[in-house]
Every structure is written in structure tokens, then in C-alpha cells.
Nanobody, 121 residues
Framework: QVQLVESGGGLVQAGGSLRLSCAASGRTFSNYAMGWFRQAPGKEREFVAAINRSGGSTYYVDSMKGRFTISRDGAKNTVYLEMNSLKPEDTAVYYC??????????????WGQGTQVTVSS
């Protein structure tokens, strides 16, 4: 089992920044690729970004490229999502997820409980 706990959400004005954190515990952190998803009110959950097990490769949805940065710290068993130039449409619950080797981001192995991000105009 892997437990994921997100933090860092909150209310921010448009154009502002937030850094989300996801602390992992349980099985070996380095065995999992890590990702961030989000779900806005009335919409389906969508993929935001992912980082591979070593941290050497990252992936982003096109609309987030240049504004969001995913990173991981193996010593702290934590993955981060730095969000800049936030827009009201970025308002959502943000979820951290973990994917084992050979797994798929369409069905991650573990989810966090989510953290609310609200961007005011």
C-alpha cells in the first residue's frame, strides 16, 4: 500500500502561484511514477502532469506547459506541483497519484484525497 497526502491548496488571485505537495508513505517511493490530476466542478477528472521514477522525465498536458512544473524529492518521498500564472479555469480539486511499473495513468494504483485550489478573477 502507498498512502498519499496532498497539501498546499488554497485561494489565490488570478496570476498568482501555488505549490502543491504530495507526501508518500508505505512502499518504496522510487518504485512509482507520480502524477497530478485535477477535477473541476461538473467535469471529469483530468491528467495534469507526471514524472517518472527517477525524476528525469516529465510530462504535461499542453495547456499546462510553461505554467506548471512537476518535481520529486526522493529523500522526502514527496512530489510537487508548482503552479504559476494561475487562471480561474485552473480552479479544481487536485489529486496526487502513483503508478507502478507497467501500469497506466488511465488507472493509477493509488490516489490521494485531493486538495482544493481556487483561483479568483
Amino acid at each position: 500500500q502507498v498512502q498519499l497526502v496532498e497539501s498546499g491548496g488554497g485561494l489565490v488571485q488570478a496570476g498568482g502561484s501555488l505549490r502543491l505537495s504530495c507526501a508518500a508513505s508505505g512502499r518504496t517511493f522510487s518504485n512509482y511514477a507520480m502524477g497530478w490530476f485535477r477535477q473541476a466542478p461538473g467535469k471529469e477528472r483530468e491528467f495534469v502532469a507526471a514524472i517518472n521514477r527517477s525524476g528525469g522525465s516529465t510530462y504535461y498536458v499542453d495547456s499546462m506547459k510553461g505554467r506548471f512544473t512537476i518535481s520529486r524529492d526522493g529523500a522526502k518521498n514527496t512530489v510537487y506541483l508548482e503552479m504559476n500564472s494561475l487562471k480561474p479555469e485552473d480552479t479544481a480539486v487536485y489529486y496526487c497519484a502513483a503508478k507502478r511499473i507497467g501500469g497506466s495513468w488511465s488507472s493509477p494504483d493509488y490516489w490521494g484525497q485531493g486538495t482544493q485550489v481556487t483561483v479568483s478573477s
